[in-house]
């Protein structure tokens, strides 16, 4: 099941708070994940598994078209 980025970041958010020693690491990396989405132009409601399933890294993830042409 994909997760949108507003779910990434409410994950990250319960992992970041958690007394588990690899929440943080994994809340951290969520929390990557959806910054740099938001970045490169994607809202809220985009899948973010599906974009690095694709890609197979958010870095490789390419701006938004919609995004290129609102900068």
Do not use: C, R
Request: aromatic residues 10%.
């Amino acid at each position: 099941m994909s997760v949108n980025i507003l779910e990434a970041l409410q994950n990250a958010e319960y992992n970041l708070t958690g007394n588990i020693p690899f929440q943080k690491k994994i809340g951290l990396n969520q929390l990557h994940n959806a910054i740099v989405l938001l970045e490169k132009g994607y809202l809220l409601y985009d899948k973010v598994d599906d974009l690095i399933e694709k890609y197979h890294d958010v870095e490789n993830v390419p701006d938004k078209e919609e995004w290129k042409y609102a900068k």
